[in-house]
């Protein structure tokens, strides 16, 4: 976060004054000074060392999922589990001893739990989901403090009301913890459906429904379920409190299952199925010494997130979460016990801002392809859209010694160690078969090698010996007997097709149009706005942004829309307008320091290509466009950045590379080639093979264009299939409030980095 080389914070301090151009520098020093555990309820962090690992079972779902060729009934309410060992629970006083406050899904009646217990549908019968929220009277919301001062559902309209997303200064109504009633939205991750029923982040509303966001319709839900069998997953998504939702449990699985893919034991491809076929939900969580769930919201000294970045501008929003406790489906480092066979496992990282590069280990942590018998194999055999052709081996011997571990690295550079390895960012999942015959008796651990924040931060902790700084995540004992002989897909050798036909190449469709899009991230000044010296701003993140657009499509501080918009009528204008049944490219910059997994609703995209581009001469030459104004009281001069203006250039209109986008077009010569392809264009990478699938998530680093193949189609489309105008969805795209596009660590969505996506006839 503190990198020198990220955005505002190294490269521009010449014009370091407009970084916080909107911060007239008027906001009194130390509005959050006092400490806080919580702002509501006090709370100690718990030291995560101090939490003994691998002790409880890990929760599994086969014979628990929820048919959904019926109507399923999904409850949100409050509930406890024990989420961390019992010795944790059983010395505190009650109601703490019952377990972990949480906010969860129960379906059907069954009880709520964290995750949720996992949907499976059947391709082509849609399901109907009912959606209830019963967040009343909460333990939970005392410690999860909504931040008033950004964007967000708000329903009582107190953000609105006291203008709180344009401070500072803000009325001290802004700095208040919210304590009103709790907006929920359900969004379906990486569902092909129409937009009323995506959960659009506005689409919220309240117990009872006593307020509703301005893009509600309906809480009953229809998923038509047309898509190809994969892995999705259901999370909130209402506005601006997707971070806190998430974290406080609202997340399941979502399996579509077709007449290959059917999870039963007959299955045509031979997948392992039954208790060899399990859900793992990865996050990383903070307790405190109640074992309730720790979100940092203050300057406390014991947040290992460190007190909030842009405090005058809002008083509680950190850039990223990251806890010290690991988690998988609900449980603190959980052990497996499994048969000496091959399982699938369905992964999702779940968690708001930590990345995961993963790698079987041995018990002592100790890399077993280099000491001893080679560990068990894993391939991955799918990603967020469904099946590869072809399985990806994953932690090869072939790739040497601790693979995985080796430093992923910054600007500029290819960030290729997690490539061949377990590596999922936020909302990315995988389908994996690892393969433990002939492991009887043998413990294995699997580890995480991302350093916090990626790929620019460094250990995997926090630097300071924490739980997490050894990197595991859990635990599998081999010390179930085999049953019967494993007669299951072997990637290793011959067996079944892992699809019936191969995945359909968007990539080589001619586009109808390109789109070149940055990603930036704005930081406080270095001079302004605490005074010199303050150790609060400098070079600290106060909002990340789409191609420097926020979330309603205005400009700073104004109610001018970015010119070349398109409203929804309900609240936001959307730059991002693709016709229905189109393919476009998007050529995505990221000007940050960091990677952000970029998720797109609606459809499922393609990568073409990584290719390694020079943010410092760009951004030179990307600032110097812009036109100089005034906003939010302050006077940017021509060529000046200005945060929240939009593109420097008009949106609609093609710059030299024939691409939308209002930004300077990534020329070759001077932006394509640089350190170790000074003097030639740097090569296009094409997609490690774990990318080279279906996606709805993509992670993109830093000082790289990641280009995509994106069509406004259902992805079994053949490539000739489809025309620019012409729907080919079982539903109308256009229809309803919309999709969105955003980040999806969750720190970043809830504070602009997301836009509004709207489907053209
Ligand atoms: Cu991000």
Request: glycine residues 10%; charged residues 15%.
């Amino acid at each position: 976060m503190n990198d020198a080389r990220l955005f505002l914070g190294g490269l521009v301090l010449g014009a370091g004054l407009v970084t916080l151009g909107c911060d007239s520098g008027a906001s009194p020093d130390g509005v959050i000074s006092v400490t806080r555990a919580s702002v509501v309820v006090p709370q100690t962090p718990l030291d995560g060392t101090t939490i003994p690992r691998f002790v409880d079972p890990l929760t599994t779902f086969n014979g628990r999922r929820v048919d959904a060729t019926a109507t399923v009934n999904v409850n949100m309410q409050e509930f406890q589990q024990r989420v961390l060992p019992a010795s944790i629970y059983t010395s505190l006083p009650a109601p703490y001893n019952a377990g972990t406050f949480l906010w969860g899904y129960n379906i059907n009646n069954a009880g709520a739990s964290w995750p949720a217990r996992t949907i499976e549908a059947k391709q082509g019968t849609a399901t109907t989901a009912i959606y209830t929220n019963s967040l009343t009277n909460t333990h939970l919301q005392k410690l999860l403090t909504v931040d008033q001062s950004i964007h967000w559902a708000d329903p009582l309209g107190t953000t609105a009301a006291n203008n709180c997303v344009n401070g500072p200064p803000l009325a001290a109504a802004c700095t208040e913890p919210y304590a009103g009633p709790i907006p929920t939205v359900v969004h379906l991750h990486g569902n092909e459906v129409l937009s009323q029923y995506d959960g659009h982040p506005d689409a919220w509303w309240t117990p009872g429904f006593a307020q509703k966001g301005r893009a509600f319709v309906s809480n009953t839900y229809n998923y038509l379920n047309q898509q190809e069998a994969t892995t999705l997953w259901f999370h909130d998504h209402a506005l601006g409190i997707v971070r806190l939702n998430v974290y406080a449990g609202l997340a399941g699985f979502y399996f579509i299952r077709d007449g290959r893919d059917t999870g039963l034991p007959n299955n045509p491809i031979t997948l392992p199925s039954g208790p060899q076929e399990a859900e793992l939900m990865i996050q990383d969580r903070q307790f405190d010494t109640n074992g309730q769930l720790y979100f940092p919201d203050s300057d406390n000294a014991a947040n290992l997130n460190g007190p909030p970045s842009a405090p005058d501008k809002h008083p509680f929003w950190i850039p990223e979460f990251f806890g010290d406790v690991m988690t998988v489906n609900g449980k603190s480092w959980p052990t497996m016990e499994v048969q000496p066979r091959r399982y699938r496992f369905r992964l999702v990282n779940a968690s708001n801002a930590r990345f995961l590069i993963m790698q079987m280990f041995n018990q002592q942590g100790v890399d077993i392809h280099v000491n001893g018998a080679p560990g068990p194999a894993v391939w991955q055999i799918g990603s967020d859209g469904g099946l590869f052709n072809t399985p990806v081996k994953l932690d090869d011997p072939a790739n040497g010694a601790n693979a995985c571990a080796g430093a992923p690295v910054g600007n500029n550079v290819d960030v290729g160690a997690g490539a061949k390895c377990l590596f999922l960012a936020p909302a990315e999942r995988a389908d994996v078969i690892v393969d433990f015959g002939g492991q009887a008796g043998k413990t294995f651990t699997l580890k995480n090698f991302a350093v916090i924040p990626f790929p620019s931060g460094s250990p995997v902790g926090f630097g300071a010996p924490d739980a997490t700084a050894d990197g595991l995540v859990m635990q599998f004992k081999v010390d179930l007997p085999l049953q019967g002989t494993d007669t299951t897909f072997n990637p290793a050798g011959s067996h079944p097709a892992l699809r019936a036909t191969p995945i359909v190449n968007i990539k080589t469709i001619a586009p109808n149009k390109k789109r070149q899009l940055i990603l930036v991230e704005e930081e406080g000044d270095t001079a302004n706005p605490d005074g010199p010296g303050s150790p609060v701003d400098d070079g600290d993140p106060v909002e990340s942004l789409i191609n420097n657009t926020k979330w309603n499509g205005n400009r700073e501080g104004t109610t001018t829309v970015v010119p070349g918009s398109t409203s929804n009528g309900r609240g936001v204008a959307a730059t991002e307008t693709p016709q229905e049944g189109s393919t476009e490219i998007w050529e995505v910059a990221n000007l940050t320091g960091d990677a952000h997994p970029i998720h797109i609703h609606l459809i499922q995209f393609q990568v073409i290509s990584r290719q390694i581009f020079d943010v410092d001469s760009y951004l030179t030459d990307w600032m110097a466009a812009f036109p100089g104004g005034t906003f939010n009281g302050f006077n940017f001069p021509a060529g000046i950045y200005i945060p929240g203006f939009g593109p420097p250039l008009t949106y609609n209109v093609l710059n030299g590379a024939g691409a939308l986008g209002g930004n300077l077009n990534y020329d070759a010569a001077k932006y394509l080639q640089q350190g170790a392809c000074a003097g030639g264009a740097c090569p296009l990478r094409a997609p490690d093979a774990i990318d080279s699938g279906w996606k709805d998530t993509i992670k993109m680093f830093p000082g790289e264009v990641t280009r995509l193949a994106v069509r406004w189609a259902p992805q079994d489309i053949p490539a000739n299939g489809t025309r620019a105008g012409q729907d080919p969805f079982p539903f109308d795209p256009t229809n309803g409030p919309g999709y969105i596009e955003h980040c999806h660590i969750l720190d970043h969505e809830d504070n602009e980095f997301m836009r509004p996506l709207l489907i053209a006839k």
